[in-house]
């Protein structure tokens, strides 16, 4: 029979005197589930919360203290159901509103052309980006083609990204909200994405050059090496470290939180030689090379693509150690105690229903769920997972899209669409479009991740082998 134990239950004073995380909320929800505490004692660690979850929240509703969530259906003003009338609010609270309104509302009510004067009215706040982005992604075409042509000032990097695809068509604009897209972008990832469609629309090698002295190996520079027929350098997989033991607990959440929080007080204080010499000195062991990366990613940029615990991964082929470390990446910078905010655990972030479902599969008796932050039962667990993904899906990046999304959203959300067949600009295109963002974000960066690992492994594959694929879409999955 299998027993499932919360197995790390910390008591209450314990969790009192913590600082303030993510991995103390996690306890709290434990202690809070496990344990009958008075109306006072749960006003007490409501006091002591980070980040007040869906879950926090109803645990926190059965001492009056917050009220349980409920999904609160927005009030739409009667003129949100004719764009006529709906034009001829202001600008800002147009956007307003309009922020509150879904795809279908949209398509099934204001599918209706807005005039280009009113539209650089709308261009004028940061709302609009969202705006845009929202239309662009709906199938509302008569409002869609409302933005066909208009030319802002005022966009940020988003929307300019997405105008700029949304004007393919007329390459002189569309380089012109590239453009912008690249100098509004603050992270190297968009600069990149920005950089690639330059080259896709001009097909001038010099952008291919460019993204080849990014500072970030991700979807769109590894394109540009394979293309250019060069190879990406500056990998770091080890930091080589002399020391064994750390100074922190690394299979405990709370102890790498008090060590991340008094790690980021100290850094505060240091010059740029301080704090490399501080984080070398702290975190350069064997055990503690992810919390090492954690720190420098920010600090020294470079491309980490750590080995990590590779003697857990050996019994699988080279292709799934590949993913598996893609995805861990991803997820936790290889850190086996992290906990997001919504409470997936682990280095593969595991969330608690998911973990309960697999150590049942797996037969583990009196497995506790401590052992979700064991490395090699993390990545049993995923293995696992993604023997149940890979029997329908057959392309790394499709794979993602499921790990993030579930299996369900990816086959509503991507394969039951138009997705890859849609212009000639494919698959960049549908790799752009796709909804929501997270997944799709998501996914891009565990396939270039993928390529690396696959390479690092010995196995040679390349992205554009992985994305020319996609084209024929419907020979990458089976349901």
Known sequence: MLWISFGFSVGFKTLSSKPKSIEKDFYIYLYMQNHKI????????????????????????KYDIVKKSIHKVYKKPDYCFDMKEFVKVPPYRFLKVFSHLSIWHIERYLNTPISANYLQRLAKYSLFNSFVKKVLSSNANNLKAS???IKSFHTKAEASFYLALFNLENKSLATFYLFRAKKKAISQ??????????????????????????TELNIYSLYAYENLQKTFA?????????????????????????????????LSHLSYKQKIYY???????????????????????????????MKDLQNYSKKRQALLLAIARQESQFIPTAISPSFALGLMQFMPFLVTHTAKKLGLNNFKYRDIFNPKIAYRFANDHLDYLEKHLYNPLLVAYAYN????????????????????????????????REPMHYAKKVLANYVVYCNLL?????????????????????F
């Open 189 to 214: 990832f968009k600069k990149d994405r920005a950089t690639l469609w330059l080259y896709l629309i001009s097909k001038d090698k010099k952008y291919l050059r460019l993204l080849t002295n990014s």
């Open 234 to 266: 500056n990998i770091l997989t080890s930091f080589n470290p002399t020391k064994n033991k750390p100074s922190f607990d690394t299979t405990n959440p709370l102890s790498w939180a008090k060590t991340r929080i008094k790690t980021y007080k100290k």
């Open 279 to 309: 984080l070398n000195k702290t975190f350069k062991t064997k055990k503690s090379e992810p919390h090492l990366s954690f720190f420098l990613k920010d600090i020294k940029p470079n491309n980490y693509f750590l080995l990590y615990h």
């Open 38 to 61: 008075s109306k006072k004692n749960a006003k007490r660690l409501f006091k002591n919360i980070k980040h007040l979850n869906k879950k926090l929240k109803n645990e926190f509703a």
């Open 458 to 478: 010995g196995v040679p594959i390349t992205e554009t082998e992985l994305l020319e694929r996609l084209k024929d879409i419907d020979n990458n999955y089976s």
């Open 405 to 436: 999304g579930g299996i369900g959203y990816t086959k509503r959300n991507i394969l039951q669409k138009n997705y890859f067949k849609l212009n000639s600009y494919e698959p960049f295109y549908s790799l752009e479009m796709i909804t929501p």
């Open 147 to 149: 933005l066909k042509g």
